[in-house]
């Protein structure tokens, strides 16, 4: 404390050009000041000087407060207030002040305090409001900035446009966002990877890939960097895009990012999304320091391809290395157990996570445990599992049971689960389907023309789902009723001649009470008949699926794998199935 005071400049009340030394210094102290005990030194010396009133003073003064590690918003508007005629950068200190604070909407209030004013905004004031507005979720406030922003002039300003781009994306306003990049006339890679956030954001994930694409051609080349490649990584996996998600590996490695963890783990994961698990394996293997991440990246990969056994060996060697797994770590061991049937393995891994690692199962966990249980049979054991969970049951641990009762042909449980996720207001189509599809497998067709007669009168439609292929890196998409494609009409032809060849073999089309007349188009048929038509003989046909294959398709899959000698790939909802020479991975266990 002394120490401070004996630094403070004698300083008369009107500063001379002999004064400006000293005047240099007491900013410099102010920098200098990592203590709010010492800033409050120095405000009272500046109260009895009277050297608030400059704003070389009071501005580092205030961005000193108001700023990370200080960062003291009561005591910035307290300064702010005293400050008789503040300008635009005091009033952009305390709106930025504001928008790394958890009362972001404030920032908004001074920002209307300031129009008020009529003190003159520049692209910075806009930007940190815009912050403002996107942490505190104003949509309607950021709406009203974005219109100042174009009276104010401010739109030439990249950092200011990607910060707006920023706020339509965060609220879903996916057109608005695309809108504002469409109308930058620079771009920087930092505008880019906003946009393909927002891409990812709402589901457009084809577009995230095109951006890497566009970036890269055209006049203004703007390289992608890591957090592009990120992002793109994410999109590859999710459509399932092996080929692309190859070049950006490429790119990555070109670039140096090769040693980045993050994007390490996330060519794990990617790999292993397309079901090219020796690929996931052998960049894994090249991490020098795996962390809990590209571990549990390793045992997701094995789980979800069906390879329960070989995801708890890598558990085993994680712990060997004396890595501490997480939450996330068990969700992907237990599902493998799963997936893989492994009843003794999954029981044991469950309880050691909570007596041996003190993770208290979260409902992922406990989803897992039922769907596993459900699967050997036990399904009376998964139901009390759910009733006995110390957190509420929700839609999707419900759903999964009525997965393991009708594969189990259980129809009084069947029944009884409706009921929880009719309570639960979260019974979806697929549900009703899935109990018509057990009361079909029972005979019992009274209760399915009831069942299928209350459907129609609640107007309860099953929503078409979605499959994507990837051929020579372009994605192509099909829909159920969908006949965009454009080689859609050869399509059709290909699977009509696929259907014919497969029942030569044997194929018989599964025919339950609920086949549509289109049950032969489901999308994943399509677009296995697309990559048969596409694709040269013998080549391994990926198809990625948003739902659950049905039993049809899979058989389908599995006559044609054998037919036409050909692997496939399908990734639906839950898993891989991944098929050859007419058989699949899952032994017909999903
Ligand atoms: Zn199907
Ligand atoms: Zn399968």
Not at 459 to 482: C, L, M, Q, W, Y
Request: glycine content about 6%; charged content about 20%.
């Amino acid at each position: 404390m002394q120490q401070i005071s004996s630094n403070f400049p004698s300083l008369s009340r009107f500063p001379s050009k002999s004064n400006q030394t000293q005047l240099k210094s007491l900013i410099s102290l102010i920098k200098s000041a990592t203590k709010a005990t010492q800033l409050h030194q120095i405000h009272a010396y500046l109260i009895r000087s009277s050297l608030f009133q400059e704003s070389s003073i009071s501005i580092p003064f205030l961005q000193r407060i108001s700023l990370p590690p200080i960062q003291n918003s009561n005591y910035s508007l307290q300064i702010f207030s005293q400050i008789s005629r503040p300008n635009v950068t005091h009033y952009n200190t305390i709106i930025r002040a504001y928008s790394i604070s958890i009362h972001p909407e404030r920032g908004f209030y001074v920002y209307r305090d300031m129009i008020r004013q009529c003190i003159r905004r520049n692209p910075q004031s806009s930007s940190f409001v815009m912050k403002c507005c996107i942490k505190g979720r104003l949509v309607f406030g950021g709406v009203q900035v974005h219109t100042r922003i174009l009276r104010d002039g401010h739109c030439s300003d990249t950092f200011l446009l990607t910060t707006l781009m920023d706020f339509y994306s965060c609220n879903g306003d996916y057109d608005n966002a695309c809108k504002v990049f469409d109308e930058m006339s620079v771009r920087d890679t930092v505008a880019w990877n906003v946009l393909v956030s927002c891409y990812i954001r709402n589901g457009r994930t084809r577009d995230a890939l095109d951006v890497f694409n566009r970036m890269q051609s055209g006049e203004n080349i703007c390289y992608p960097d890591d957090v592009t490649c990120l992002f793109v990584l994410q999109a590859c996996s999710n459509l399932c895009a092996l080929e692309f998600g190859e070049r950006v590996h490429e790119y990555i490695r070109d670039h140096g990012y090769h040693r980045a963890l993050n994007l390490c783990n996330s060519l794990v994961a990617m790999y292993s999304k397309c079901g090219q698990l020796d690929k996931a394996y052998e960049v894994f293997q090249e991490i020098h320091h795996k962390d809990v991440v590209s571990w549990t990246a390793m045992i997701s990969g094995f789980a979800s391809n069906g390879l329960g056994k070989k995801a708890i060996n890598v558990f085993e060697e994680m712990e060997r290395n004396g890595v501490l797994p997480d939450e996330q770590t068990f969700t992907a061991l237990l599902s493998g157990c799963s997936h893989s049937g492994l009843l003794e393995e999954g029981k044991l891994i469950f309880d050691r996570m909570q007596r041996e690692f003190g993770v208290t199962p979260n409902i992922h966990h406990y989803g897992c445990m039922v769907d596993l249980m459900g699967r050997v049979g036990l399904v009376e054991d998964a139901f009390n599992l759910i009733i006995s969970m110390s957190c509420k049951p929700d839609a999707t641990i419900w759903r999964t049971l009525l997965g393991a009762c009708k594969v189990n042909g259980c129809m009084k449980l069947g029944e009884q689960v409706i009921e929880h996720l009719i309570e639960l207001k979260a019974q979806e189509a697929g549900d009703y389907i899935l109990l018509l599809n057990i009361y079909s497998s029972a005979g019992n067709w009274e209760k399915v023309i009831e069942l299928r007669k209350m459907m129609k009168d609640k107007g309860i439609h099953t929503t078409p789902s979605a499959s994507t292929i990837e051929i020579k890196g372009e994605i192509h998409e099909f829909r159920v009723d969908d006949s965009s494609h454009y080689r859609i009409s050869e399509v059709y032809e290909m699977l009509d001649e696929i259907e014919n060849q497969l029942k030569i073999g044997g194929y018989v089309a599964q025919i339950t009470c609920e086949k549509e007349a289109r049950l032969s188009y489901h999308s994943e048929k399509l677009a296995m008949a697309f990559g048969v038509l596409a694709t040269p003989p013998g080549t391994k046909i990926r198809v990625a699926k948003d739902l659950r294959i049905c039993v049809d398709c899979h058989n389908f899959a599995k006559m044609l794998s054998g037919v036409y000698n050909r692997e496939l790939v399908i990734r639906d909802r839950t898993r891989f199935h991944h098929f050859r020479e007419g058989r699949c991975s899952c032994d017909d266990f999903w």
